[in-house]
């Protein structure tokens, strides 16, 4: 049996998670043992943005998901290109992307 074999887990997602919730804010704060990713969506036009998800995590948790969606977006722009961010130049490094994202304590 091979090692991923060994590390499987079987999933289920029910038709309602499946849809998913647009989203293009998250907000994300944080406390010495959790980490709290609000996801809500701007609409224009509308003052108030309401929050389609919360996830919490562990600070263990939110490190493998930052290397996760690094490793995924490294993927995807080697195979499909750059992703630019409209209001950032393109020769801006990544590492001062703060658009979109606020932080804060949980």
Do not use: C, W
Not at 2 to 26: F, P, V
Not at 37 to 55: E, L, Q, Y
């Amino acid at each position: 049996m091979s090692e991923n074999a060994k590390n499987s887990i079987d999933l289920e997602l029910d038709e309602a998670t499946a849809q998913g919730h647009y989203a293009n804010l998250a907000i994300i704060s944080h406390s010495a043992s959790e980490f709290v990713v609000d996801f809500a969506a701007i609409m224009p036009g509308i003052p108030k943005a309401k929050i389609k998800s919360r996830i919490v995590l562990s600070p263990e948790h939110a490190k493998r998901l930052l290397m996760s969606l690094q490793d995924n977006i490294t993927r995807y722009e080697s195979t499909l290109g750059r992703i630019d961010i409209h209001g950032l130049p393109a020769n801006s490094p990544d590492e001062t992307i703060t658009l979109g994202f606020t932080k804060g304590e949980a």
